[in-house]
């Protein structure tokens, strides 16, 4: 089985729905534990690393896609 990949500051949906009603939680810190915040109502959990990555279902953004669509509205201007 593939390992999937993730890094701080994604964006991943879980397989279980927090009690708030959505599964997709922000990576906030990482570690042997990961400190997950929801999207919905900005709850945050830690949880061991083992039982993060069983319960990740797919990463939804990625930090990286982030920073470039940033990079690219922050660009100077050309003279």
Do not use: Y
Not at 50 to 72: C, Q
């Amino acid at each position: 089985m593939e390992r999937k990949s993730f890094e701080l500051g994604d964006i991943v949906q879980m397989k279980k729905q927090h009690p708030c009603g959505t599964n997709e939680m922000e990576i906030i810190r990482m570690g042997m534990d990961i400190r997950i915040k929801c999207v919905g109502c900005k709850h945050s959990v830690l949880i061991p690393r083992a039982k993060f990555e069983k319960n990740l279902k797919k990463v939804l953004r990625s930090s990286a896609d982030k920073s470039v669509a940033e990079g690219e509205d922050t660009a100077p201007d050309q003279v």
